[in-house]
């Protein structure tokens, strides 16, 4: 049997080919190097599959060593390949957007040609599946389109640059933004929640949001010329019901030709996208299509 685990900032996520998920909680042990891998281990490892897909939050080579993971420095410099070495099991590492892009393409999209993953959660990551392969790009590590500037001198983004599009489109954006419209310091999922309810800064922090997003895409569509553009995150699953008219704004922004071939959609695999993305690679990698 195999599985796919996602590495992220809170939980470690499984998903197994049968359908099983598991969710353990890393927040408390992430910072213990050795604790943190020693759950990774276990994870990983346990129920005795034959093969795992790994989804690492982070630059992560082609060959499996992780550089740099903003969100779990535990993990930086860690070698998948090396972790596992003699363990009798198949493990195939790769970004978790990356991969995830290509569950989307495994068990969505197989039709599409030019498929791009755009995820919004803490950050916003970027996936590309051209012709049924996921991209890395040479280093692995292509399509962090979070990292394309969208305003020069804008607010402030994780990664040390200036008016990154993840500045605007992530959780800290929108907290940021709902501050700057003269909010208070709240959670993302609250200015959501009041958005939702009517609130009028909450709703102009959301519309700028969009904005951003919209921006953001319309280059997106201007780079790849996609078929397929799929959007998906805890952000972007929260903030549906504001996102209805998302397909007609970046239509209308982007030329007519890019537009003419776009299609954009909601992903359907919830908070499992990277592990779906991982178990989706790991098939791949073992050629059970
Ligand atoms: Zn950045």
Sequence with gaps: MLKGVDIGGTFIKVLWEDG???????????KDRDAFLKKVREVVLSGEPEGVGIAVAGFTSREGKVFKSPNIPSLDGVDFGELFKGKGVEIAVGNDVTLAA???WFFDYR???????IAVGTGLGGGLVLGGEPFFGVC???????????LKGGFPCNCGRLGCWEAYCSSYGLQRTYRELGGEDLSDHE???RAKGGERTALRAVDSFKEFLSLGLMNMVHIFNPDTIVLGGG?????LFALGDLEDKVRKLSEALPASCLRLRFSKAGEFLGARGALAYIRRVMNRY
């Design 20 to 30: 099983r998920t598991e969710k353990h909680l890393i927040k408390d042990i992430k």
């Design 102 to 104: 290509f569950g989307e």
């Design 111 to 117: 039709e599409s040609e030019v498929l791009l993953l």
């Design 140 to 150: 692995g590590s292509a399509l962090e389109a979070g990292h394309h500037i969208v």
């Design 191 to 193: 200015i959501v929640r």
């Design 235 to 239: 952000l972007i699953d929260s903030m």
